[in-house]
C-alpha cells in the first residue's frame, strides 16, 4: 500500500489506517456510493495478501436490493485504481467497491473486464465505534439464528427437490457433491464437469472395469473435462499414472473441455486446486458406481440415532490419504510434508450440512416419504457445527462478542444466511 503524508487526505494518515477502519467497521454511517446508493457492510472481506484486492469477499447490502458479494479495493486517492495497473488485471475482476479517502472527482473505476465500479469516500474515522452502515441483523438472538438456520435447510431442500425431479436421485446428489468440492470459488465449473460427466455414464462405462482401469477412466474423464491433463496444458506427461489418464481422455473422452479462464486458481492452498480437488471428485465417483450415493445416504440415516446420523454421514463421506493425490499436487509433483486427505472430516462436514442433509429432506418430500424427510431434519437440528470460515468468525463475532465461536449446525447456517443475504431476509 502507498503512503502519503496526513496533510495531502486528511484524517486518514495512510492507506493501512483505512483498510484497517474498514476491516473493523469504523466507518460512521450511512455509507454512500458515488453513485448516490446508500450500502451496509455485512461483512467486510478477508484481507488480501500479495497480488489482487486488499479484501475477498466481501458482503455488501445495498438499500432495497440483493446483496452483492465481491471484493474491495483500498486506495487514499481513487486514480490509484488506474497507477497501480488494476484496470488492467483481471484479479481485481471481482471488486465491487473501491473504497478511497477522496474520490478526485470520479464517480466509478473501470475493471479490466469493463465492468465500472462505484466509489465510496470514506467518512472521518470514527475511533473504537462500529460502522453506522453495519447490519442490523446481528442484534437477533441465537433462537433467532437458529430459525434462520432452519429456513436455509427448508429453502434448500425446496430446490433439491425441483432438480431430482429433473436429474433424478443419484444424478442430482452427483452434481451437489461435486459442486461442494468447488469450494466458494470454483462451484460452477465442478458442477460443469458433473452434468457434462453424469454418474450413469461413468456406471456404464467403468463398472465391469477392475479397479485400476475404472480408475484412470474416471479420473481422465473428469480431469480431462475440467482441462488439467498435461496434453491440455501443453505439457508432457510425466509418469505412469498421468499416462493412463491421457489414454482415457483419448480413447473415451477427447470432447470439449473447460476453458482455463473459468477456473479461479490465484491465492487457492495447494491442497485445495482444483486438480487435486477433481481426483477427490473422481475418488467419489468411482464410489458411487460400486454402490449408489442415495441407497447409502439412506442407509446410515435409517441405523442408528438421527442425533449421529451426520457423524456417520462425515466418515462415509471423507476420504483419507490414499492414491496418487495423497502425494501429488500435480502430474509429477510430489507434495512436500506428509500425504493430505483427499477430502477431510471438516469439509466432508460442511457437505453434509449444506448437501447430504438437505437433499435427503428433499428426497423425503419428493417420494412421499415423511418419516425420511423428519429423520434428516432432526439429524440437521442434533448436527454440530462444521468449519470455520473467516465469514463465519466474523458474524458469530458481530452475535456473541470477539472470539466467539458457534457449535450448533442450525445457527452457524443462520449466522451465515444473516450474513449473506441481510438482515431483511434473515427475519
Not at 436429474?167 to 470454483?186: H, I, K, P, V
Request: contains cysteine; proline residues 7%; positive net charge.
Amino acid at each position: 500500500m502507498t503512503h502519503y503524508p496526513s496533510t495531502v487526505f486528511p484524517p486518514w494518515r495512510s492507506e493501512g489506517e483505512l483498510a484497517r477502519a474498514w476491516a473493523e467497521g469504523r466507518l460512521p454511517g450511512p455509507l454512500r456510493t458515488t453513485w448516490g446508493q446508500e450500502v451496509a457492510v455485512l461483512f467486510p472481506g478477508r484481507p488480501g495478501t500479495d497480488r489482487g484486492p486488499d479484501f475477498r469477499d466481501a458482503v455488501v447490502a445495498r438499500v432495497g436490493r440483493e446483496p452483492l458479494r465481491g471484493d474491495v479495493e483500498i486506495h487514499l486517492c481513487a486514480r490509484g485504481w488506474t497507477e497501480h495497473g488494476h484496470a488492467e488485471d483481471p484479479a481485481y475482476n471481482r471488486v465491487l467497491l473501491h473504497v478511497v479517502a477522496d474520490t478526485q472527482g470520479l464517480v466509478s473505476s473501470r475493471r479490466q473486464d469493463g465492468a465500472l465500479v462505484p466509489i465510496l469516500q470514506a467518512p472521518a474515522p470514527a475511533r473504537g465505534a462500529p460502522s453506522g452502515g453495519g447490519p442490523s441483523a446481528f442484534s437477533l438472538s441465537l433462537d433467532d439464528m437458529s430459525e434462520a438456520g432452519i429456513r436455509k435447510f427448508r429453502d434448500r431442500a425446496a430446490l433439491l427437490e425441483g432438480e431430482t425431479a429433473v436429474w433424478g436421485t443419484d444424478e442430482t446428489l452427483y452434481q451437489r457433491l461435486l459442486r461442494a468440492l468447488g469450494y466458494s470459488q470454483n462451484t460452477g465449473p465442478f458442477l460443469d464437469i458433473a452434468q457434462a460427466v453424469p454418474l450413469h455414464v461413468l456406471r456404464g462405462m467403468a463398472g465391469a472395469l477392475p479397479s485400476k482401469e475404472a480408475e484412470a477412466l474416471v479420473s481422465g474423464l473428469l480431469i480431462g473435462t475440467g482441462g488439467f491433463l498435461p496434453s491440455q496444458r501443453g505439457l508432457p506427461p510425466p509418469d505412469l499414472f498421468a499416462r493412463s489418464l491421457e489414454a482415457a481422455w483419448k480413447t473415451w473422452g477427447g470432447g470439449a473441455s473447460l476453458p482455463r479462464d473459468r477456473w479461479i486458481t490465484f491465492r487457492v492452498r495447494p491442497d485445495n486446486h482444483p486438480l487435486r480437488r477433481l481426483g477427490a471428485a473422481a475418488a467419489l465417483a468411482e464410489r458411487f458406481i460400486r454402490e449408489p450415493p442415495v441407497d447409502s445416504a439412506l442407509d446410515i440415516l435409517a441405523h442408528g440415532e438421527p442425533g449421529t446420523a451426520a457423524a456417520r454421514m462425515k466418515r462415509w463421506l471423507a476420504i483419507g490419504p490414499l492414491g496418487y493425490w495423497a502425494h501429488h499436487r500435480d502430474f509429477g509433483v510430489e507434495k512436500a510434508g506428509k500425504p493430505s486427505a483427499l477430502l477431510g472430516a471438516e469439509r466432508a462436514g460442511e457437505m453434509v450440512v449444506s448437501v447430504l442433509l438437505p437433499f435427503l429432506a428433499a428426497y423425503g418430500a419428493w417420494t412421499g416419504r415423511a418419516d425420511i424427510a423428519g429423520r434428516a431434519r432432526e439429524a440437521f437440528l442434533s448436527c454440530a457445527g462444521a468449519g470455520d470460515s473467516g465469514l463465519l468468525r466474523w458474524a458469530a463475532g458481530q452475535t456473541l462478542g470477539p472470539g466467539a465461536s458457534v457449535r450448533s449446525a442450525a445457527i452457524q447456517q443462520g449466522l451465515l444466511a444473516v450474513a449473506k443475504d441481510g438482515s431483511a431476509r434473515a427475519r
